[in-house]
T-cell receptor, first 113, second 113 residues
Framework: GNSVTQMEGPVTLSEEAFLTINCTYT??????LFWYVQYPGEGLQLLLK?????DKGSNKGFEATYRKETTSFHLEKGSVQVSDSAVYFC????????????FGTGTRLTVIP | NAGVMQNPRHLVRRRGQEARLRCSPM?????VYWYRQLPEEGLKFMVY????????ESGMPKERFSAEFPKEGPSILRIQQVVRGDSAAYFC???????????FGSGTRLTVV
């Protein structure tokens, strides 16, 4: 079956620190992988995605590389800002359509000045 | 262009009461998806609807839960005779087509006391 295991939070970092949020997955086929972000009081927003092995998704300074050999899709950012404080969700989909998304539990990130 | 609107944001119900959660999709979106996030778990797919039709309800509990998306008005997720285990965050997403980009709402947090 499909599942996503995500690094437990909460994570608290100082501004300009390096961020890594780990995500590993189990899938029966060749999924697409996603990171969603939920800012306080808002809906989930797609942050970045990768659709095949070795693809790197990037957006707003965040990056994640689809690693088939380790079944991982870790989220990284070189220098976090206070405005990055949010909950981050890793997800996979083996086919298109929002009815086929499998999510991790979410990791709450708090960045302090 | 307003995003996906969910209301209420917070809902408290006593055991045995009914809960009605509303989701107004983005303008031009005719596909709606409901997800549930139980405490300490990831979002899990419940049901996928198109106007007046249920397309996929494979994630819906067999009893007490129902969903509709009428020709006019918002999509409604209805939970009858709520129990404490129904306490969760319920998220709605909408898309213009079955395989096109989808947008999430900010969720309804249901607490059953």
């Amino acid at each position: 079956g499909n599942s996503v295991t995500q690094m437990e939070g909460p994570v608290t970092l100082s501004e300009e620190a390096f961020l890594t949020i780990n995500c590993t997955y189990t899938a029966t086929g060749y999924p697409s992988l996603f990171w969603y972000v939920q800012y306080p009081g808002e809906g989930l927003q797609l942050l970045l995605k990768a659709t095949k092995a070795d693809d790197k998704g990037s957006n707003k300074g965040f990056e994640a590389t689809y690693r088939k050999e380790t079944t991982s899709f870790h989220l990284e950012k070189g220098s976090v800002q206070v405005s990055d404080s949010a909950v981050y969700f890793c997800a996979l989909s083996e086919s298109t359509g929002a009815n086929n998304l499998f999510f991790g539990t979410g990791t709450r990130l708090t960045v302090i000045p | 262009n307003a995003g996906v609107m969910q209301n209420p944001r917070h809902l408290v119900r006593r055991r045995g009461q009914e809960a009605r959660l509303r989701c107004s999709p983005m303008k031009g979106h005719s596909h709606v998806y409901w997800y549930r996030q139980l405490p300490e778990e990831g979002l899990k797919f419940m049901v996928y609807l198109q106007k007046e039709n249920i397309i996929d309800e494979s994630g819906m509990p067999k009893e007490r839960f129902s969903a509709e998306f009428p020709k006019e008005g918002p999509s409604i997720l209805r939970i009858q005779q709520v129990v404490r285990g129904d306490s969760a965050a319920y998220f709605c997403a909408s898309s213009p087509g079955p395989q096109e980009g989808y947008t999430f709402g900010s969720g309804t947090r249901l607490t059953v006391v």
